[in-house]
C-alpha cells in the first residue's frame, strides 16, 4: 500500500511560501489503477514527482509497506518506474537498441538468454514487438509513449507513475493506451498512478484523484465523480471546479472522504472477489539482524533492519559500474555513427583545420627550415650568416609562434566542439536514467572514454599533418604531447561546462566564448598590462600549450621566437603541470554537474 499522509510541497517565492502541493492524503492499495486529474498547473506533476522523491516533501509524509519513505530511505530504483512528460528515447536508436539499453543498465542478467527473455516480455507486454527494429525518430506519439512504458517496465517496477502518457494522442490511441496501464495494474498487484489532462476513459480507472491548486478536491471512484460535483458530464468538472476556491473543495472534500474511501473499499473487494484483480501476497520479509541485545524487544529497530536487508537485496539487482559503463559507451558510439551530420562535422574539423594550419604556414616554411638547419663550425662565417639571418629572424620567430598558437586554438575549437553539448543535450535523459540507478561514475567515465577517442585523434592527426610540411622544427612528440593536453583541457572544461548548465544552448555559447578568450588571454599574440597578465595566464589552457611548445623547439628557433615575443615563456614542467591541472579540475567539476540533480 503507497500512503500520503499531509503530503506538502512548498516552495518559497518573493519570501513568501507557496504550496504547490497542499496536505494531500490518499492510500492507494496494491493492484490499483488511479488517475490524477486537475486543470493545467494544478500540480499534478509536481505531486508525480514528491511521491517519487525527486521533490523532498516539505510536510506530511510517505508510506510504502509500513515503510516511512520521508525518515527511511526512498523507494530503489528497481521498485519505481517514472515515465516522464518527455522523451526518455534517442531518436538513432532503434525500439529493440532502447530497451535493450535501458535493461542493461538497471538490471543485472546473468546470462544474454536471460536478458533477451526480459526484453522480449517487455516488447510484447507494450505491443512493440512487431515494430521493435524501428528508429524512435519514426515512431507514431502512441508508440513513442509505449517505449517510454517499456523502458520503465524492465526493471518490473511496484509502482508505476506516468506523467500526461497519452497527452496529445488521437482518441484511439489514448484509449489503447490507457488500456494498457490498466492491464499493467493488474499485474503483480503493482500500482499505476497516471496524470492526465484528460477527461476521456475514466471509466477504465479504479480511483479519480482532482486536483485543484494543489489541494484534493475529490478521491473516489470514477462512477462517482459527476455525482460528487452535481455535474451532468465529466467534461464539467473543471470549470466547475473553477466556480470556488481551492480552499473551500478542500474543505468539503475532508467531510466527504471516509464515505468515499469506503465506496473505494467496496469496489476493490468486489474486483477481488471476482477474480479480476490478483494481489500477491505480501513477501516474507527476512529476519531482522540483531546486534544489540539491548534492543532485543524493539520492533521498530527489527523492522527497519528488515527493510534495509531488502533494499540491499532490490541494490544488488542493479548492474555493476563497469556493465553500466561499457552499455553506455557502446551505445554512444551507435548514435555517434547514426548521426550522420555530427560524423560529417567531425571528419571536416578533422580534415580541414590541420589543411588551415598548413595553408597558413605555406609562406613561412621556407625559411623556417633553412633557418633552423643552418649550423656553422667556422665563427668568422657564423657570425657572417647571423649577420644575413637576423632579418629571418623576426620573421621566423613570429611565424613558429604564430603557428603553433594557431593549432592550440584550433584543438581549442576542436574540444569545445566535442563536449559542449555533450551532457547538457541529453540532461534530461540522463537525470531519468539516474534515478532509474545508474551511477553517475559510470556515466561520466563513459563520457570520459568516448571524448578521449575524438581527443587523441584530433590531436596526433594534427601533429603528425602539419609535421609533414615541416614547419615544426623541434621535438615533436612534445609537440603533439602538448596539443592533445590542451585539446583534453578544453573538452574536459566544456564537459564541466555542460554539466553544469542548465540548456545546451548555455553550455554552447559558454564554450565558444572561452575558446574565443583563450587567444587574446593567452598574451602571446598581443601583449596584455602585467598585472592582468599575472591573473587571467594560470586559467587560460591555450597559453601554457603554447609556452610548452615553444619550449620543444630547436635552440635556435626558440631564441627567435622569445626575440619576438615579449611575453614570459614558462618552463615545460611547469606548463605540463598547468594542463594537467586543468583537466583534473574540469574533471572534477564535471563530476559536480553531474551528480547534481537537475530536473526542471
Ligand atoms: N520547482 C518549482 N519551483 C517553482 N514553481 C514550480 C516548481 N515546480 C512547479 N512549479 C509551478 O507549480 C505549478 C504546478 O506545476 P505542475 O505540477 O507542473 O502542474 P501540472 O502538472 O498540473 O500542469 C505551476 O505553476 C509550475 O509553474
Ligand atoms: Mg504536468
Redesign the pocket.
Known sequence: MLELKEVS?I?R?DGEE?P??DRVSIQVPKGHFMAIV????????????TIAGL?PESGGALFWDERNLSEDEDFSPSEIGYVP?FSIAYDPLTVDESVEAATRLRVKSRNTAELDARIDRVLEETGLGPISDRQVKVLSGGQKRRLGLAMELVSDPKILLC??VTSGLDPRSEREIVRLLHDLSRKDGRIVLS?T?SLSHLELYDSILV?HE?RVAFHGPPEQLTHYFSVHDTEEVYPRLASQPSERWHVSWQKHRASYQKMLDRNREKLVASGALHVPAKPKLPEPEISDPAADDDAESGKRAATRKREEADALKLPGFFSQFSTLLSRRWRIFFRDRGQVFLQLAILICFPLLVTIFSEKASEPIRGYSDTKQTDVFVEIQEQQSVRADQAKVGSAVSGIIMFQVVLLSLMGSNNSAREIAGERPIYEKEKFGGLRPSAYLASKVAFLACLVITQSLWMAFFVNLFGTFRGDLVQHAGFLLLVNAAMTAICLAISALMRTAEQASLLSIYLVGFQLPLSGAVLALPEKIEAFTRPFISAYWAWSGSVEALQTRVHDAVKSVIDTGISPQNACLYALCAHIGVALIAAWAGACRPQW?
Not at 38 to 49: E, F, R, V
Request: hydrophobic share 35%.
Open positions: 510541497f516552495i517565492k507557496v504547490l502541493v486537475g486543470p493545467s498547473g494544478c500540480g499534478k506533476t509536481t505531486l508525480l514527482k521533490n512528460q506523467d500526461e496524470v489532462h486536483l494543489g526542471d
